[in-house]
């Protein structure tokens, strides 16, 4: 039976009907709907973990135990996981294990473009790369033949449009996989350094029997040509496009490359060519192996993803001429006006950086939906790296702080912040803000830390986690109480404030920053998206009460507009009717929309 399936839809399948046993991870676009695909299907036990480390040692210890497992994550999740992953390799496994990583080519919904191809060339782990939605099916399954085959982890790795891509995908029935038996080896699985020193001649070795092993993964479209093009996954699609002529060896498995087939190929053509994205990994390999006429980055950017157009223009030298707009309506997509993110109408984040942009604090932030607190009309969050940073951060920048202090440097010139807060969402904080916290408190910090609680994992489309009291599959379970886990680490200053009491919170901001001891303030708010959530009829302005001084523009919420007279609007298709709005205004003229459209 056919299905038209995201490439993230078809991996869950190929994994769900090659028997997978076991399914951790933690969200991130563009990787998350694996997970939550497989989560629908029987036989299969799902969770969504605190972070990646902890899916990626949850997955390595069902494979140990003879179980089929899979761990899922973006690119900078890998980041995370990293630390099980490079030791997984030397140990190696018993039932199939296989990390599914989707890179984000462009940074569609990320902090970074590293690409995830070198962590396999370190990690000495074989990385297999689909170019469709059947491939991703396909190349699911073979993985977790591959693993248990060869004894190692495998990296399946996509990209964005992989990933969020449909094509039509023949599926079939799941094959029950009998669980290995587990048979003690402390020589194989316990990775002290005399056990270690072993298993890495054996990767070594692995390493040389997989390069002939990816000679099997090519796949070459028409052979004999001038003009020889190498590449992989969703490149693939863009270069069958574009080189319609062209001889093309596409490769399935990127790590190791399979020397042998790319020399013989790169010996039948005259003009060799690799199109990949990103950083020139399979580029710099052709020449280690000794085929110096290569070329690659000489024409295509190593910056963001690519593109029929962009590889058309690099390569030619000149734009395909575009397609003439729609008569009905003369207009070009470059017509189209810009829509800015922000947060959304009703969000519980708006009132914690209205009021951080008031009192002029320094903010360290975080990953999450409220990483737009940077953006206009707060511009209230100074720095953001990678998940859990935050906590960190503010501590280094109080430390530093202190020495200068006590050295009688005095601040920097302009300095002239009031105070250092951070800024972490509540599915973060548990991700990996907790040891930050400790950290703190350890090393007798006097940080303030402020959690966004808005009852879920937000920023990936609502995921339970440790902290909502559901596991993946709704089922009740055990939640983290932020109160007594902060007490718990030693913070004896935690309150709870509703980000919506403008004066209240206020209040609590100001109180804890003198505090000169470590505090969390927890914002306590559900997402205005929820289902649960509902705030009733949307506000509306009377326009005769209106005295146009902009104090309601300043919360930046989308649904709030001026008209040309300068009177303020509320748009209702947008409104949620949270009222968040209505202690901005000192004159009554924003309020609760009644029948008739009269304001309460």
Same mark, same amino acid.
């Given at each position: 039976?056919?299905?038209?399936?995201?490439?993230?839809?078809?991996?869950?399948?190929?994994?769900?009907?090659?028997?997978?046993?076991?399914?951790?991870?933690?969200?991130?676009?563009?990787?998350?709907?694996?997970?939550?695909?497989?989560?629908?299907?029987?036989?299969?036990?799902?969770?969504?973990?605190?972070?990646?480390?902890?899916?990626?040692?949850?997955?390595?210890?069902?494979?140990?135990?003879?179980?089929?497992?899979?761990?899922?994550?973006?690119?900078?999740?890998?980041?995370?996981?990293? @630390?099980?992953?490079?030791?997984?390799?030397?140990?190696?496994?018993?039932?199939?294990?296989?990390?599914?990583?989707?890179?984000?080519?462009?940074?569609?919904?990320?902090?970074?473009?590293?690409?995830?191809?070198?962590?396999?060339?370190?990690?000495?782990?074989?990385? *297999?790369?689909?170019?469709?939605?059947?491939?991703?099916?396909?190349?699911?399954?073979?993985?977790?033949?591959?693993?248990?085959?060869?004894?190692?982890?495998?990296?399946?790795?996509?990209?964005?449009?992989?990933?969020?891509?449909?094509?039509?995908?023949?599926?079939?029935?799941?094959?029950?996989?009998?669980?290995?038996?587990?048979?003690? @080896?402390?020589?194989?699985?316990?990775?002290?350094?005399?056990?270690?020193?072993?298993?890495?001649? &054996?990767?070594?070795?692995?390493?040389?029997?997989?390069?002939?092993?990816?000679?099997?993964?090519?796949?070459?479209?028409?052979?004999?040509?001038?003009?020889? &093009?190498?590449?992989?996954?969703?490149?693939?699609?863009?270069?069958?496009?574009?080189?319609?002529?062209?001889?093309?060896?596409?490769?399935?498995?990127?790590?190791?490359?399979?020397?042998?087939?790319?020399?013989?190929?790169?010996?039948?053509?005259?003009?060799?060519?690799?199109?990949?994205?990103?950083?020139?990994?399979?580029?710099?390999?052709?020449?280690?192996?000794?085929?110096?006429?290569?070329?690659?980055?000489?024409?295509?950017?190593?910056?963001?993803?690519?593109?029929?157009?962009?590889?058309?223009?690099?390569?030619?030298?000149?734009?395909?001429?575009?397609?003439?707009?729609?008569?009905?309506?003369?207009?070009?997509?470059?017509?189209?006006?810009?829509?800015?993110?922000?947060?959304?109408?009703? /969000?519980?984040?708006?009132?914690?950086?209205?009021?951080?942009?008031?009192?002029?604090?320094?903010?360290?932030?975080?990953?999450?939906?409220?990483?737009?607190?940077?953006?206009?009309?707060?511009?209230?969050?100074?720095?953001?790296? /990678?998940?859990?940073?935050?906590?960190?951060?503010?501590? $280094?920048?109080?430390?530093?702080?202190?020495?200068?202090?006590?050295?009688?440097?005095?601040?920097?010139?302009?300095?002239? &912040?009031?105070?250092?807060?951070?800024?972490?969402?509540?599915?973060?904080?548990?991700?990996?803000?907790?040891?930050?916290?400790?950290? *703190?408190?350890?090393?007798?910090?006097?940080?303030?830390? &402020?959690?966004?609680?808005?009852?879920?994992? $937000?920023?990936?489309?609502?995921? %339970?986690?440790?902290?909502?009291?559901?596991?993946?599959?709704?089922?009740?379970?055990?939640?983290?109480?932020?109160?007594?886990?902060?007490?718990?680490?030693?913070?004896?200053?935690?309150?709870?404030?509703?980000?919506?009491?403008?004066?209240?919170?206020?209040?609590?901001?100001?109180?804890?920053?003198?505090?000169?001891?470590?505090?969390?303030?927890?914002?306590?708010?559900?997402?205005?998206?929820?289902?649960?959530?509902?705030?009733?009829?949307?506000?509306?302005?009377?326009?005769?009460?209106?005295?146009?001084?902009?104090?309601?523009?300043?919360? $930046?919420?989308?649904?709030?507009?001026?008209?040309?007279?300068?009177?303020?609007?509320?748009?209702?298709?947008?409104?949620?009717?949270?009222?968040?709005?209505? %202690?901005? /205004?000192?004159?009554?003229?924003?309020?609760?929309?009644?029948?008739?459209? /009269?304001?309460?």
């Amino acid at each position: 039976m056919k299905e038209l399936l995201l490439g993230n839809e078809a991996v869950a399948r190929g994994a769900w009907e090659a028997g997978v046993h076991v399914v951790s991870s933690y969200p991130g676009t563009p990787s998350t709907e694996i997970t939550e695909t497989l989560s629908k299907l029987s036989s299969v036990y799902c969770e969504w973990s605190p972070n990646e480390k902890v899916s990626a040692e949850v997955a390595i210890g069902a494979a140990i135990g003879g179980g089929r497992a899979m761990c899922c994550m973006k690119h900078v999740g890998l980041n995370v996981a990293a @630390d099980p992953l490079f030791t997984a390799s030397y140990a190696g496994v018993n039932g199939g294990l296989v990390f599914a990583v989707a890179d984000d080519p462009g940074l569609f919904s990320s902090q970074n473009d590293q690409d995830s191809r070198f962590y396999a060339l370190s990690a000495h782990v074989p990385m *297999i790369e689909p170019s469709d939605s059947t491939e991703c099916f396909e190349f699911t399954k073979k993985a977790f033949e591959l693993s248990e085959k060869y004894d190692t982890p495998v990296i399946l790795r996509l990209t964005t449009r992989v990933s969020h891509s449909r094509s039509p995908v023949e599926v079939g029935e799941r094959k029950a996989v009998p669980k290995k038996p587990y048979v003690k @080896d402390i020589q194989k699985y316990v990775m002290m350094p005399g056990m270690a020193k072993k298993r890495q001649a &054996i990767v070594k070795e692995r390493d040389r029997i997989m390069s002939e092993e990816a000679d099997k993964w090519i796949k070459l479209d028409n052979p004999g040509r001038k003009l020889g &093009i190498i590449t992989s996954g969703i490149c693939y699609q863009y270069v069958r496009e574009v080189f319609p002529d062209a001889s093309v060896l596409k490769l399935g498995m990127i790590y190791p490359l399979p020397e042998k087939a790319i020399k013989e190929f790169a010996a039948s053509v005259e003009e060799l060519l690799v199109v990949e994205e990103l950083e020139p990994y399979i580029e710099d390999f052709v020449r280690q192996i000794g085929i110096p006429y290569v070329e690659g980055k000489k024409y295509f950017t190593p910056l963001g993803e690519l593109g029929t157009e962009k590889i058309r223009q690099a390569y030619y030298g000149a734009k395909t001429p575009a397609a003439a707009p729609a008569e009905s309506s003369g207009l070009t997509v470059s017509d189209a006006p810009m829509r800015p993110p922000t947060l959304c109408p009703g /969000c519980p984040h708006r009132g914690v950086f209205y009021t951080l942009s008031q009192l002029k604090l320094r903010v360290t932030g975080d990953i999450g939906c409220y990483t737009l607190g940077a953006a206009a009309p707060y511009k209230s969050m100074d720095a953001c790296i /990678c998940m859990g940073a935050s906590i960190g951060m503010s501590h $280094g920048m109080e430390k530093a702080e202190a020495v200068a202090a006590s050295e009688a440097l005095g601040d920097a010139e302009g300095d002239n &912040i009031r105070g250092t807060v951070a800024v972490i969402g509540d599915s973060t904080f548990v991700h990996s803000g907790i040891t930050g916290l400790v950290n *703190i408190v350890y090393n007798k910090g006097a940080s303030t830390v &402020i959690i966004l609680d808005n009852s879920i994992t $937000g920023m990936t489309g609502h995921q %339970q986690n440790p902290t909502t009291g559901k596991t993946i599959r709704m089922e009740d379970t055990y939640p983290i109480d932020l109160t007594q886990l902060c007490k718990a680490v030693g913070v004896r200053r935690v309150r709870v404030e509703d980000p919506f009491d403008l004066k209240g919170f206020r209040a609590a901001v100001l109180e804890e920053i003198e505090a000169g001891e470590p505090s969390v303030i927890i914002a306590r708010r559900p997402c205005a998206l929820l289902k649960g959530v509902n705030y009733g009829r949307p506000v509306t302005v009377d326009a005769d009460k209106c005295r146009r001084c902009g104090a309601c523009m300043r919360l $930046g919420c989308p649904a709030i507009l001026k008209t040309d007279a300068g009177v303020a609007k509320i748009d209702r298709s947008l409104c949620v009717g949270c009222e968040f709005c209505v %202690q901005m /205004c000192r004159f009554g003229a924003i309020g609760k929309e009644q029948e008739g459209g /009269c304001v309460k």
